[in-house]
């Protein structure tokens, strides 16, 4: 069982809806990240909290608004997303490196 | 530019054989991780390699930070089909500004056949 719980598993959304993904860790660390994953790309970082503060966000588009209102939460609120934002989207937590990582959101922008 | 090479992108073995991946680059990392991931599934952590020229031993499996901290390698002897995946390196910049951030490499898929 991972230290680090992302809901849903599988989303597939409209470009005009509006969802969001959670992420919970249990781990007592106080990092915390958003990763997206596309095919045949590395992994890119999209924001990092620290102690519940954004200390990056890596120019993500502002369709995507990440939330974290405490230490062991973060959430990645989505609208009007388009289809080339269709990817694995990863939540990680550290305190300090390694990151622990949850077994991903698979969404699909339909 | 990517700041994390790692190599080769596809490995295609045979059960038995030994393989090595390496990821190297020009910059000075305080921390190198190896991961390993399953379709669908996030990376989970094999190894952290912190001091230069640091050997890790994991069952078969042998991680190597080089003695500048900008490269390491994987080292698998006796692959099995179990060890099919997709193996990726990361680490921290050295002096970076952001805490705890993580360049990743582009991934290795390894694939064992019986």
């Known amino acids: 069982e991972t230290g680090v719980t992302q809901t849903p598993r599988h989303l597939v959304m409209g470009m005009t809806n509006k969802k969001s993904l959670k992420c919970e860790q249990h781990l007592g660390h106080n990092a915390m990240y958003w990763y997206k994953q596309s095919a045949k790309k590395p992994l890119e970082l999209m924001f990092v909290y620290n102690f519940k503060e954004q200390t990056e966000n890596n120019s993500v588009p502002s369709r995507f608004s990440p939330e974290c209102p405490n230490s062991s939460h973060l959430f990645l609120h989505l609208h009007t997303l388009q289809p080339e934002d269709s990817a694995l989207y990863l939540c990680a937590s550290s305190q300090p490196p390694p990151a622990f990582f949850g077994q991903g959101t698979r969404l699909t922008v339909v | ?114």
């Open chain 2, 1 to 114: 530019t990517q700041l994390l090479e790692q190599s080769p992108q596809f490995l295609s073995i045979q059960e038995g054989e030994n393989l090595t991946v390496y990821c190297n680059s020009s910059s000075v990392f305080s921390s190198l991780q190896w991961y390993r991931q399953e379709p669908g599934e996030g990376p989970v952590l094999l190894v952290t390699v912190v001091t230069g020229g640091e050997v890790k031993k994991l069952k078969r499996l042998t991680f190597q930070f080089g003695d500048a901290r900008k490269d390491s390698s994987l080292h698998i002897t006796a692959a099995q089909p179990g060890d099919t995946g997709l193996y990726l390196c990361a680490g921290e910049v050295a002096g970076g500004t952001s805490y705890g951030k993580l360049t990743f490499g582009q991934g290795t898929i390894l694939t064992v056949h019986p």
